[in-house]
């Protein structure tokens, strides 16, 4: 299903009748989809201006929720371990980033920090944090800033570069010893896929009309 295109800016016309194309910001009059995985495209560019699910809220929720437990077990239980003739070594992201940071390769060390603990925990915390008072009809606080801070983060959680580096390295080391891949690559792995499935079911105005359609907190009432 397509957007109806304006063709022209009427002055009258509520500014929240109007959306913008996110790749040609071509203004266009959304309309309401009905059928359940239902999409709107832009009629310019092709490009997806939302969908319809009967249980998005939920879907993001338990895939949110899902992806907090990947992240957190990738954090705990190690990334790689290696057995060099008897010896047998391993290390966890943490363990990694420190000891890059203590071979002088600091800008290394704060980009792994960076693209696979921050970002990646900046967008899933976002996402509960608007996602769980949605889902129970209650406007979350601070919406906006919350949300722009998801759109900064999601760029930025690499974990796909992070896992693809660690199988290019794993390649590399096995000819110099027995490579065993931790439980934590196999976690990024996962983790990898609930962001995709994240990505695919999250879109600026599914949230946006779950905010007008939830009732104000206390605080929000009391605003003239």
Not at 7 to 24: G, K, M, Q, R, V
Not at 65 to 91: K, S, W
Request: with cysteine; net charge negative.
């Amino acid at each position: 299903m397509h957007s109806e295109p304006l063709p022209a800016f009427a002055p009258e016309s509520p500014p929240t009748a109007l959306i913008a194309c996110p790749e040609c910001d071509l203004l266009l009059q959304p309309v309401p989809l009905i059928q359940p995985r239902s999409r709107a495209q832009c009629p310019r560019c092709g490009a997806r201006l939302y969908s319809f699910y009967n249980d998005r809220l939920e879907k993001l929720l338990a895939l949110s929720c899902a992806a907090v437990i990947m992240l957190l077990t990738a954090y705990a239980f190690p990334i790689v371990g290696l057995n060099i003739q008897g010896t047998y070594i391993e290390t966890t992201v943490f363990g990694a980033i420190d000891k890059l940071w203590q071979e002088e390769r600091e800008v290394l060390s704060g980009l792994v920090f960076v693209t696979t603990v921050m970002m990646p925990s900046v967008e899933l915390g976002a996402i509960l944090w608007l996602v769980i008072p949605l889902w129970r009809g209650v406007r979350p606080p601070g919406f906006a800033p919350v949300f722009r801070a998801f759109q900064m983060a999601h760029p930025w959680a690499m974990v796909e570069v992070f896992i693809l580096g660690v199988l290019v390295s794993l390649v590399k080391l096995s000819h110099l010893a027995d490579v065993l891949p931790g439980p934590a690559i196999w976690c990024f792995g996962c983790l990898m896929l609930l962001l995709a499935g994240l990505a695919s079911l999250l879109d600026p105005y599914t949230l946006w009309h779950a905010w007008e359609d939830a009732r104000a907190t206390p605080a929000e009432a009391m605003e003239p």
